[in-house]
């Protein structure tokens, strides 16, 4: 038993090693550790329904900044209520720094699921609160930004379908353009990393200035689409003020672009 024990241990190390040196070829560095994620621990995993998840992070101590359309069940177009959102800070490796359950959700009203154009991405945007605030040292909300200019290095840590128990970090990509109030960037996203923060890494703290609505290519190039803070931001922290707790209009039915167990879509703009 224990010779197995050491052959086992043996193999997961060198299966680690595989995955990090892929990952890092990709641009992608695996947060493994606690050491690792120290600093990150404010982006967390959205469990949606019975089996979708999307990345969000904390802006405040009980709200949290994803995308519109993880709000939705991407095979039915349905609206998630709160009570089937559940969001893992830190969630790494089968545990999370801290689990809390959801009292509302807004996406923004322009949002349109149905709508498939890249204006539709900039509006991309939706705020949960949470039913209690995570007050704890190691988890800090993330302040937000204007959105960069083009040429800007930014940074994406998300979860993924293929590495969906422990975050990654792309921080070597850059914003290509704007189109349409969306930001076009060189990161490199998969499914589950909808809704992931896009940060600013040049200063003191990342501070986060959109967050992942699509991915797509232009001209053969894979590229993330981001959606747009200034306005819609300040329109979504008004209505919350408000306590409209109303998740926007009332989507369509729409067609299952894939089997995933997320709710990212392809695009090509």
Not at 172 to 188: D, M, N
Not at 226 to 240: H, R
């Amino acid at each position: 038993m224990r010779l197995a024990g050491v052959i086992l241990g043996g193999m997961m190390c060198l299966l680690m090693a595989v995955v990090a040196q892929a990952q890092e070829a990709s641009g992608l560095k695996t947060l493994f550790t606690a050491d690792d994620s120290r600093g990150w621990d404010g982006v967390g995993r959205l469990n949606l329904g019975s089996g979708s998840f999307c990345t969000g992070a904390l802006i405040g101590e009980d709200m949290v900044l994803t995308a519109a359309h993880c709000l939705f069940d991407n095979r039915t177009g349905r609206r998630f209520a709160p009570d089937e959102i559940e969001f893992l800070a830190g969630w790494r490796d089968g545990r999370a720094q801290a689990y809390r359950g959801v009292r509302r959700a807004i996406a923004h009203p322009d949002y349109d699921i149905g709508n498939k154009n890249m204006d539709r991405m900039a509006q991309d945007l939706a705020l949960i609160q949470l039913d209690r605030p995570i007050k704890n040292g190691r988890i800090k909300p993330f302040a937000t930004n204007n959105r960069p200019r083009k040429g800007d290095r930014v940074g994406v840590v998300s979860y993924a379908h293929d590495r969906s128990e422990r975050p990654s970090l792309q921080e070597l990509c850059h914003v290509l353009a704007r189109q349409s109030g969306a930001l076009i960037l060189s990161c490199e996203v998969d499914f589950g990393s909808s809704g992931a923060p896009i940060f600013v890494l040049d200063g003191d703290r990342p501070e986060i200035v959109s967050v992942v609505s699509a991915m797509g290519e232009v001209r053969d190039q894979k590229v993330s689409i981001g959606t747009s803070l200034e306005q819609p931001l300040a329109d979504l922290m008004s209505l919350m003020a408000e306590g409209d707790g109303v998740f926007g209009r009332k989507a369509p039915q729409v067609r299952r672009l894939t089997e995933t167990s997320s709710t990212a879509k392809f695009i090509k703009p």
